[in-house]
């Protein structure tokens, strides 16, 4: 049996780590590969790409939490859940590849492999290696580790830079370099949603999570540009579930008398057709790829510092971060140079067609084959820059791991609780 173990994040929502690994669990089982995802999400529910609905199983918010940060007999039970999950087998015989999306999901990739005897390399699908809900440091001794065994990836050329910064000098090229490929995110659909959006003098369509760093920004710029142009009817519209930004698009949007936002939800697929209404796209990494191939000019945002970085495919070829001495700016300005000024159509469009999904599935492989011919395994149970959780700590982990439904039933009791007596204290 080949056997195809992917630690992701929760693939219930929409997101580029959600399609990607959609598309190669499809791949990978097309090809004869038995694929078991684990996921920071619950158990059970429904996705919102379905073709991943069959793998809820494997989620569990205790792959939130680091190895180290649990009791030894804490992990051995988290084990003993994994290996649950997989098909009878003698695994120890098996091809098994195991593939990891984060920091924090590798360790736990490291501790499966090492039961296993299995290959594990981290796909790493972050954008951003420090600050808050980041452990790339306190883990850096285990990262250096897996990339000397030539078992770290990075979804750009710099990412591996970035996450070494300060700690060790490594080249910043290819060699290390995945794509996180997402098969046919745009299609020749029809959608009620688009056959009713109504041509407006500039229509401004954001594409992508609305929990990314640089959307409040954008919002801003979009807030701002509108402003600027009080003769011009204007339409903002934000693809992807926008909930975690109502309080802004409230506050600083609607009540602009020029503008209108429109929130459609996920688009899955994006319809083509959306493209043939919008005038500018503003988007980062993949999102902003797929817009560009569509030949609608794409602002890029910074993933790393939030600003704008040009036009994909016209004053930028970088998806991601802005391009060493690049110019770059805020979002109204990003949108008045577009827009008004139209300054990128001064460079001719140069953004390389994508390649094949099943070419850039399979070239995958060529990194398990490639990394170092003897296995070894990190002890990720114990890390000295990781303090264990305390007592008070453990349980409500413990609550999430066994029984997720009493730990959000307990957290709403909380949120209750503290809302009146903090309303009580008050009168």
């Given at each position: ?12 929502p929409i997101g580029g ?107 790493n699908c972050n954008e ?68 009713h959006l109504t041509r ?228």
């Amino acid at each position: 049996m080949k056997l195809y173990i992917i630690f992701t994040a929760d693939i219930h929502p929409i997101g580029g780590m959600q399609l990607y690994t959609a598309g190669k669990a499809g791949y990978l089982e097309k090809h004869g590969w038995k694929v078991v995802i684990f996921s920071t999400g619950v158990a059970g529910g429904t996705c919102a790409v379905s073709s991943l609905n069959p793998y809820v199983k494997g989620g569990n918010m205790i792959f939130e939490y680091q190895p180290a940060q649990l009791p030894e007999r804490f992990c051995d039970s988290v084990c003993r859940m994994m290996l649950s999950l997989l098909p009878a087998s003698d695994l120890q015989k098996d091809t098994v590849y195991i593939e990891t999306h984060s920091e924090v999901l590798a360790l736990w990739g490291e501790l499966l492999a090492g039961r296993l005897g299995a290959r594990h390399i981290c796909f790493n699908c972050n954008e951003i290696f420090r600050g808050k809900g980041k452990h790339y440091v306190e883990n850096m001794e285990y990262l250096k580790f897996k990339y000397h065994r030539k078992e770290l990836l990075g979804l750009h050329t710099d990412t591996l830079k970035k996450i070494f910064d300060g700690y060790m000098e490594v080249p910043c090229d290819s060699t290390f370099l995945f794509d996180a490929v997402e098969p046919d995110p745009v299609q020749d659909v029809e959608s009620d949603f688009v056959a009713h959006l109504t041509r407006l003098d500039w229509n401004i369509v954001y594409i992508g999570r609305a929990n990314k760093g640089y959307v409040g920004n954008i919002i801003d710029g979009v807030a701002a540009f509108a402003r600027k142009h009080p003769d011009k009817k204007i339409q903002f519209v934000m693809v992807g579930d926008a909930g975690c930004r109502q309080r802004q698009i409230r506050e600083k949007l609607l009540k602009i008398q020029n503008l209108k936002t429109t929130l459609p939800g996920d688009l899955v697929p994006i319809p083509r057709k959306l493209y043939e209404k919008t005038d500018v796209v503003i988007a980062g990494a993949v999102c902003a790829e797929i817009s560009a191939r569509e030949h609608v000019p794409t602002i890029v945002a910074d993933c790393e510092n939030h600003l704008a970085c040009g036009v994909l495919g016209h004053t930028t070829m970088n998806s991601m971060y802005h391009e060493e001495n690049s110019t770059q700016t805020d979002f109204c300005e990003a949108l008045e140079d577009t827009l008004v000024r139209k300054t990128y159509l001064k460079y001719a469009y140069a953004f390389p067609d994508a390649i094949p999904p099943d070419h850039i599935f399979e070239s995958h492989f060529a990194f398990f084959a490639g990394a170092s011919g003897k296995k070894a395994y990190y002890n990720v149970k114990k890390n000295p820059y990781v303090s264990r959780l305390t007592f008070k700590k453990v349980v409500p982990a413990y609550i999430k791991f066994r029984n997720p439904g009493l730990f959000f039933r307990l957290y709403e009791i909380k949120k209750r609780l503290t809302y009146g007596s903090k309303r009580a204290g008050g009168l």
